[in-house]
């Protein structure tokens, strides 16, 4: 026996005839859209999963969009809820707009068709709502992540302003409002009103956290790493002169003087029994200063253990600098350099700002 193949000309084909399986989106297409725009239609995670489990009811050849799957089946796929809880998640994806129902007299789902008219009676969850409007939700997915993209970068620069204001204000009201607040879901109008009330933080400048002591005559690096900036790269360098030049690149030279210092701290200086001439006496000076200003040996040696001894000294001129604006010193510092607040504090950030504020009061 022979089989002949036969294909009808290209030009007498109907387009009717060739199928359209990818005429519309797929399941998984669907639920990422609609997780990704689900702040915007009202949707929670459960309700999603319900619907996740509707279009796996769907068979994949297939004329219409309606599931008559029942109760018990959806249930099955959603791992056992109740039918209370289905029924709430279908009145919620019909309120969005992604379901529509079409109730038989008997409350179940079926199909009906007539063989001699073609007419077909279909009584189920009608889901073409949800395939009509994809272009619709796609757009509104956009505008989610961009929502979420902008609240993010508030949150980011509401926590730089937060710093900001610790080291030149010190805790204030507005800074400890504003660390509480973080910890809910903000809108953005909501981040803006907060950063109303704090430092203002430039755009698009990074914040300058380091800074080198050093004398009027000389650098000194008593202090090793704590005193310099090593930038660690990623690729290791074989040549030690090549590790030199990168590493120089990449170094800040910021730098503030002793007599800077104490021109700013005119606090800690009036203590002095003789000029400060080498960060020696820098650091000498702090350890005397310390306990007058109820910061115990533990807590100084925890702050020389987690900055080391120069940056330890300079945040004890500073918060004696900062006196009127802060009610326990030893307390205060104990929170900057060991507790909760450390994270965000930097010591050359401090004096940076009081040396400026110097510099300000003598024009």
């Avoid at 789902?109 to 073409?128: I, N």
């Avoid at 900001?164 to 504003?178: F, K, M, P, Q, Y």
């Avoid at 001894?309 to 350099?337: H, K, S």
Wanted: charged share 25%.
């Amino acid at each position: 026996m022979r089989f002949q193949h036969i294909t009808a000309p290209l030009g007498s084909r109907s387009a009717e005839d060739l199928p359209t399986t990818h005429s519309q989106p797929d399941r998984f297409s669907l639920i990422e859209v609609v997780r990704k725009a689900s702040t915007a239609l009202g949707l929670k995670a459960p309700i999603i999963a319900t619907l996740d489990a509707l279009l796996s009811c769907l068979p994949p050849k297939r004329s219409h969009n309606f599931v008559f799957a029942s109760n018990a089946t959806i249930a099955f796929k959603r791992n056992g809820i109740s039918d209370r809880t289905i029924r709430r998640h279908v009145a919620q994806l019909a309120e969005a707009g992604l379901l529509a129902r079409s109730d038989s007299p008997n409350r179940k789902r079926f199909s009906k068709s007539d063989m001699s008219t073609g007419s077909v009676l279909r009584f189920g969850f009608d889901l073409s709502p949800l395939f009509k409007s994809y272009d619709q939700i796609c757009a509104m997915a956009e505008d989610c992540a961009k929502q979420a993209s902008h609240i993010s970068y508030l949150r980011t620069k509401v926590r730089c302003a937060i710093a900001r204001t610790i080291v030149l204000d010190g805790i204030s009201i507005d800074a400890e409002n504003a660390l509480r607040a973080l910890r809910r879901k903000l809108s953005a109008e909501e981040l803006c009103s907060i950063l109303d009330d704090l430092v203002s933080v430039e755009e698009n400048q990074g914040t300058d956290c380091s800074a080198e002591m050093s004398t009027d005559a000389e650098m000194s690096a008593t202090d090793g790493q704590n005193v310099r900036h090593h930038h660690n790269s990623k690729k290791e360098l074989i040549d030690s002169d090549v590790a030199e030049k990168t590493e120089d690149s990449h170094q800040r030279h910021h730098q503030i003087s002793i007599s800077s210092l104490v021109g700013a701290c005119k606090e800690a200086a009036s203590y002095l029994q003789h000029p400060a001439e080498s960060l020696s006496d820098v650091i000498g000076h702090a350890r005397t200063l310390a306990p007058m200003m109820g910061i115990d040996s533990t807590t100084y040696r925890a702050a020389e253990d987690r900055l080391g001894e120069l940056r330890t000294a300079v945040t004890v001129w500073g918060v004696l600098q900062m006196q009127g604006r802060i009610r326990q010193l030893g307390a205060y510092f104990r929170a900057i350099t060991t507790g909760k607040r450390s994270a965000a504090f930097d010591p050359w950030a401090m004096i940076n700002s009081l040396v400026k504020q110097n510099r300000l009061q003598r024009c």
